[in-house]
């Protein structure tokens, strides 16, 4: 496992690279929402926009879901590893269970802070697919409004 200061700047280029996207997707959102306000002609363009990004949310969701799964084994490794050493000879002192517990967590915080990072923006990422879907609902609710009373 790297040494903690990698990690840490890990990270943070973690956190900025997550800040980013996150900007990315309230600004894609608000313009989205900003063209709701559109004549018939422009409405049924601006539902495949939404049809379009709402596919890359996805594929982001799915992208980060795969960069947490890979990251889960590395944490369990270096947990039992962590374990594995404060109960054997080499440990510098001797530890009761609840002590090797504290011990561990207090190595792997740093690990759990970056699957913590990752579950925090797949959350974002979620509740933006449901802004999304219900843009796209307001989208067809529009269309058959139009629709129903001819209006261009």
């Known amino acids: ?16 690279k997550l ?21 018939a002609k422009n409405v049924i363009p601006l539902q ?10 996805v594929e982001n969701v799915k992208n980060m879901s795969y960069q947490l799964y890979k990251l889960m084994p590395k944490i369990k490794a270096y947990r039992k590893q962590r374990f594995e050493y404060y109960i054997g000879a080499l440990a510098p002192y001797s530890t009761n269970a609840s002590e090797r517990t504290k011990l561990v967590e207090w190595e792997l915080a740093l690990y759990d802070q970056q699957k ?4 925090s ?23 058959a409004l139009y629709q129903l009373t001819e209006l261009e």
């Not at 990315?24 to 959102?29: G, Q």
């Not at 913590?116 to 579950?119: A, K, M, Q, S």
Request: hydrophobic share 40%.
């Open 1 to 16: 496992m790297p040494d903690q200061e990698e990690v840490v700047e890990g990270i943070d280029r973690l956190i900025s």
């Open 19 to 39: 800040k980013d996207s996150e900007d990315y997707w309230n600004k894609t959102i608000d313009d989205l929402q900003a063209r709701l306000n559109c004549s």
């Open 48 to 57: 495949a926009d939404v049809i379009s990004l709402r596919q890359h949310l």
């Open 116 to 119: 913590d990072v990752l579950d």
């Open 121 to 143: 923006h797949i959350d974002f990422l979620r509740e933006s697919l449901k802004d999304m879907d219900n843009l796209n609902f307001a989208i067809k609710n529009k269309i």
